[in-house]
């Protein structure tokens, strides 16, 4: 019997969409979506690398709810690569599918199911799902990930009235970013999140023992950076070194989905940075990092110097995101500094130390650095100043314009440059998001949006507040996901 006209269109483009991958088929009339379903979903996935539901039509048998609406609730749930209202029977559409897996619910064992049949003729399996998978709802995690909750955003008014502007002016300033010309260089990480159902303590060990139920990979180090600044609709070139893996060719299409122009410098003697949480209940079990972290080679960072001198005429403002994995080694990091200068290009740096040691006071005469208290303390060998004298010994050292120490839950110290020689300024900000998700990658938010406010004529009071909001914004969800200007435009104007 023909098939229906939205079952061919169906098959056409999951023909282009699902090409050498294992197709995986359920149907249903999913008329209130349960735990049940997920689990099903869930099991379904993991038999293959591409999961289609056929939603049956309003013509089936114990259908109680519209199939647009049904529709709409199966596309929802992220484990689905494919859906669409099936007007056909299951087993005819099988036939023309050619599966390489059906998955049925276990109540369905014992009855007769007309796709074993068709899938005989085809090679594909029919395969029933056990149901006995510990519920955890993907979907609701994706939800975390992405969602941020705005209710956790307090924005501090009296700031503004001290430093005499208003939410206007920094809605002005986030419209005049969009075409910034902005060069990163750094390492790039990738953070992957492992969330795990916790069974329980091994029998023969202490040990904790865990299922993984979910992966989810994020861009981290210089490339989230690279990953805020074009969602600030900035022009952007990041240069980096990566190994040649999996991890590489990752990072590479998710930057280049983005539109970040990424120059990726191959280094075969180490592998790209990965860093893996393992979660359960929202709490990170472990960590584990795959790296390497010495100095790139002298032939690699030649290279990488000319190309950055090469597109040096079309850059307003060049980050330096040093997580010292050794992407930027002190030579390399002066040869850049001195012709930025000579050209009259702005200049911003942040060098983390949190399980490795760097020094913030290397990057010299920029115009911004956000180093931690911990970071700003390692680089002036002192560890006993309050923290104003702390700034002004790091701005000292290194010839900085304006030095802002993130202090974590407790928000911003600012150290500012006047119009008067030799005058400084000092305010602080508190932490704008009272219940934060993920404090990884707040200070890479601030930077990166505090800088390129800096570089359309922003003073630092304002590019510190908005510096502020971006970190709010992005501590509230899990995972290092690019800012866009609405997320804080959302912000400011309520």
Known sequence: MPLNPESIAALQDIKEEAKNKRIVFVSGNFNILHPGHLRLLRFAKECGDYLIVGVLGSESKGVVINE?????????????????????????????????????????????????????????????????????????????????????????????????????????????????????????????????????????????????????????????????????????????????????????????KIGVEAHFYVDDSRPTTLKQRFRTGQKTLLRVSHMRQHA???????????????????????????????????????????????????????????????????????????????????AVRDFESGLVVLAEKLRQKAHIRNVVLTLAEEGVLIHAETTEKNTWLTDRLPAFNLAPKDVSGAGDSFMTCASMAMAVGADIWQSSYLGSLASACQVGRLGNIPLTPDDLILEITG
């Open 68 to 256: 647009v609406l049904r529709l709409e609730g199966v596309k929802a749930i992220s484990l689905v690569d494919y859906s669409f209202v099936l007007h056909d029977t299951p087993a005819d559409f099988i036939e023309e599918l050619r599966p390489d897996f059906v998955v049925k619910g276990k109540e369905h064992e014992d009855r007769f199911n007309p796709e074993t049949e068709v899938l005989a003729r085809s090679g594909g399996k029919l395969i029933f799902g056990s149901g006995d998978i510990i519920f955890s709802s993907v979907d609701l995690m994706k939800h975390e990930w992405k969602e941020l909750n705005r209710s956790s955003i307090k924005l501090p008014a009296d700031f503004l009235s001290r430093h005499q502007f208003d939410f206007g002016t920094l809605q002005d300033i986030l419209v005049w970013m969009k075409g910034l010309k902005v060069c990163v260089l750094g390492d790039i990480i990738i953070d992957e999140y492992i969330t795990c159902d916790a069974l329980g303590m091994s029998q023969e060990d202490p040990t904790i023992v865990v299922t993984p139920i979910l992966q989810e990979k994020f861009m981290g180090g210089a490339g989230i950076v690279a990953s805020h600044a074009r969602g600030l609709r900035a022009a952007v070139h990041l240069f980096t070194t990566v190994g040649s893996d999996e991890t590489a060719d990752f990072a590479k299409d998710n930057l280049s």
């Open 296 to 378: 790139i080679s002298a032939e690699l960072r030649n290279r990488m110097c000319k190309d950055v001198f090469a597109i040096m005429d079309d850059i307003d403002l060049l980050i330096f995101a040093d997580f010292n994995y050794g992407c930027l080694p002190q030579p390399f990091v002066k040869k850049i500094i001195a012709e930025c200068e000579k050209r009259g290009i702005m200049m911003v740096a942040d060098s983390q130390s949190s399980s490795q040691v760097g020094d913030i006071s290397r990057f010299r005469k920029m115009t911004l650095v956000t180093p931690t208290e911990r970071e700003a303390r390692l």
